[in-house]
């Protein structure tokens, strides 16, 4: 049977038939929005069914895999997350965007980072400091819950929900840095506010991090939409009033366009 999809079928001479098998449904799930039923997976890769099962059932035992049981479908675990951010903590994330970070500080006299999704987490891999600017904890090397910070809410933004779902699965995966009016401490307000995210076309947080300092920040994407990274700029509230948000949300997605364009070769829109 042809493979579907443009995924290549195995090869017949293949010493390890399970390990390239177990890479190729990886690889599919990869390139798709979302979850896909087993025998949607057999079908596209030409193999029986029940090595599928098999291989699912020992890739979701390492959290590689993701078993949706009310969908009957299976979607990329957190391990797959922690090995995508693996990647993109290394030199080829981190070079590419220092200098489109140091540009756009350069441009707005605000500080800027780059971070990558860390299981729930974010973990900053690039920070740029704009002059005569204070210290922030989104230091290189730190790292805070995704649901809190803008860099985390624009990357769960471009997620499928089925993924953000299974993030945060209950009322423990929900954390808070201090106590403040309207924090996300559930999974519907998370979902109610990534809604709006993705309406707005950018991420935003106002104090959860730090009070009195906001941050902007949106997606670094493959051709496929899927999130790499994101983008984000932080700054005194006070000095920068609301309608002046948007001017500059545009100038982080402009850099967050540039950076998936070096990274994948083209933007996602």
């Not at 500080?111 to 973990?123: E, M, P, T």
């Not at 699965?169 to 403040?180: D, I, K």
């Not at 559930?186 to 991090?209: F, I, N, P």
């Not at 982080?252 to 540039?258: E, L, S």
Request: charged share 20%; hydrophobic share 45%; aromatic share 6%.
């Amino acid at each position: 049977m042809p493979a579907a999809n443009n995924v290549p079928a195995a090869k017949a001479t293949s010493k390890v038939p399970a390990a390239e098998n177990t890479l190729r449904i990886l690889k599919l799930l990869a390139s798709r929005r979302g979850p896909m039923a087993a025998s949607q997976i057999a079908t596209s890769l030409g193999l029986p069914r029940s090595s599928v099962y098999h291989l699912l059932a020992v890739m979701e035992e390492n959290g590689f895999v993701l078993h949706l049981h009310e969908e009957q479908r299976y979607g990329l675990g957190i391990s797959a997350f922690e090995l995508s951010s693996a990647y993109s903590r290394q030199e080829p994330l981190s070079r590419l965007g220092r200098p489109l970070l140091a540009s756009l500080v350069d441009v707005i006299g605000e500080s800027a980072h780059l971070a990558v999704l860390h299981g729930r987490d974010v973990l900053y891999i690039v920070e740029e400091r704009a002059k005569n600017r204070p210290s922030l904890v989104t230091d290189v090397g730190v790292r805070l819950p995704s649901h809190l910070t803008a860099s985390g809410r624009a990357i769960l933004a471009a997620l499928p929900k089925s993924q953000v779902r299974a993030l945060y699965p209950n009322a423990a995966a929900f954390t808070a840095r201090h106590e403040m009016e309207g924090a996300i401490m559930k999974y519907s307000a998370l979902s109610s506010h990534l809604d709006q995210v993705r309406q707005r076309g950018y991420a935003t947080e106002h104090g959860e991090v730090t009070p009195g300092f906001g941050s902007i920040a949106t997606a670094v994407t493959d051709h496929l939409g899927w999130p790499t990274a994101a983008v984000a700029v932080t700054f005194l509230e006070e000095k920068l009033p609301g309608d002046q948000w948007p001017a500059l949300a545009a100038k982080v997605q402009k850099v967050a366009d540039d950076l998936s364009v070096r990274l994948h070769g083209r933007p996602a829109r």
